[in-house]
């Protein structure tokens, strides 16, 4: 059995305006889950994946109501990436409007049940204490490995070109990057 380490079991830096961990804290993160897979001689291993997320129409978003509520927008969306997963997945904010998540254990479809589950709960409106609710949606890309990569830069890559994937074709969707590879 391959022992995978969660997250809890790196010391970690934190995002200081949402305290979800950070870039430095993900790039920790999947440095371990590749190292377990790569020292493992197992072909039945469970894939973990990296899932790339960015608001869409954020910097829209940003001008018309200004920073102050763009911070807040950012924390709220923080919480509800949050409730949409499992205690041994983990969010991170990469900076500006983007985020990640690595979600150990998953196959292809229960990623893509979580980006859906992530969509729909994103996307309901936000209440910023002004006279009307304020919506947002986003964009999800995805990657699996070791299917996708087996080294963080890679895994970040193939997650990063899904996301590119994923705006070409509308927003508040979806991709996985071997399903770009398989179209």
């Not at 079991?9 to 949402?18: G, N």
């Not at 950070?22 to 190292?35: K, N, Q, V």
Request: net charge negative; aromatic share 8%; hydrophobic share 40%.
């Amino acid at each position: 059995m391959i022992e995978i380490k969660g997250f809890s079991d790196f010391p970690a830096s934190q995002d200081e305006l949402t305290g979800l961990a950070d870039r430095a804290a993900l790039e920790d993160h999947l440095d371990s889950l590749c190292g377990s897979y790569a020292q493992s001689d197992f072909d039945d291993r469970l894939q973990f994946a990296i899932l790339c997320i960015d608001l869409d129409g954020f910097k829209k978003f940003n001008d018309q109501y200004g920073r102050a509520e763009g911070d807040s927008l950012l924390k709220l969306v923080a919480d509800r990436l949050q409730t949409c997963l499992r205690k041994s997945d983990v969010v991170y904010r990469m900076g500006g409007d983007e985020f990640a998540i690595v979600l150990l254990q998953v196959t292809a479809n229960e990623v893509a049940s979580v980006a859906d589950r992530i969509i729909g709960s994103v996307s309901q409106p936000y209440d910023l204490g002004g006279p009307e609710p304020v919506a947002i949606s986003v964009t999800i890309g995805a990657a699996l490995a070791p299917r996708d990569g087996d080294t963080p830069e890679s895994l970040l890559w193939c997650g990063d070109a899904a996301l590119y994937i994923a705006k070409k074709a509308g927003k508040g969707v979806y991709r996985r990057y071997s399903e770009r590879r398989s179209s």
